[in-house]
């Protein structure tokens, strides 16, 4: 966090006008109003804090759209295959199967894979009104996702939805407190 050595040889660290942060020789602070300098370390945590958010904010989008492209485009063949086999299976669990309704399997599969793709491009790239709504859609996927498997009695694929789950609540929860500090600083 050292940015320079002023001229007697102390240190001055970054984004700080001189006569506030300036730390003698000692490592003590040269003034009363330069004891700030001790929480330097907070401000690198949060500094690295900022930086995760972002990191887990722009990741969790690419891995919905590579699902989402993975359930419209064979891409990979074999994964394709599996998807279209899969969703076969899954529009018997969807709730207007129990009402004698199931849906086609592959139009099932195409509109999932589509939302996924959109909501995710919206969290990605969108304005703050339109990640919130893209998260919310995302994690109602994934609710889906979870009941499904559930259903089928497949525990262990069920794990992966929850963690895209809980993921999507973190990205809609760093979303909203953006934006209450855009708010209040506005």
């Not at 998807?83 to 086609?104: Q, R």
């Not at 709504?133 to 994934?142: D, F, H, K, S």
Request: a positive charge.
């Amino acid at each position: 966090m050292v940015n320079s050595l002023n001229q007697n040889g102390d240190r001055v660290f970054f984004n700080a006008p001189p006569s506030k942060y300036i730390i003698g020789a000692n490592g003590q602070p040269k003034n009363r109003r330069s004891k700030i300098i001790h929480f330097h370390c907070f401000a690198c945590y949060l500094t690295m804090t900022n930086i995760g958010r972002t990191i887990m904010c722009s990741l969790l989008p690419l891995l919905f759209v590579t699902t989402g492209l993975m359930k419209l485009y064979p891409f990979f063949p074999t994964v394709y295959k599996e998807m279209v086999s899969k969703f076969k299976i899954y529009n018997g669990v969807f709730p207007t199967a129990w009402m004698g309704y199931p849906p086609d399997g592959d139009l099932y599969r195409i509109i999932v894979g589509s939302m996924e793709v959109s909501s995710a491009l919206g969290v990605l790239v969108g304005p703050t009104g339109l990640k919130k709504v893209g998260c919310c859609i995302l994690i109602t996927i994934m609710i889906g996702a979870i009941l499904t498997h559930l259903v089928l009695l497949e525990f262990l694929p069920s794990l992966v939805p929850a963690v895209y789950l809980m993921w999507t609540m973190y990205v809609l929860w760093a979303t909203m407190q953006k934006e209450a500090k855009s708010v209040k600083v506005n």
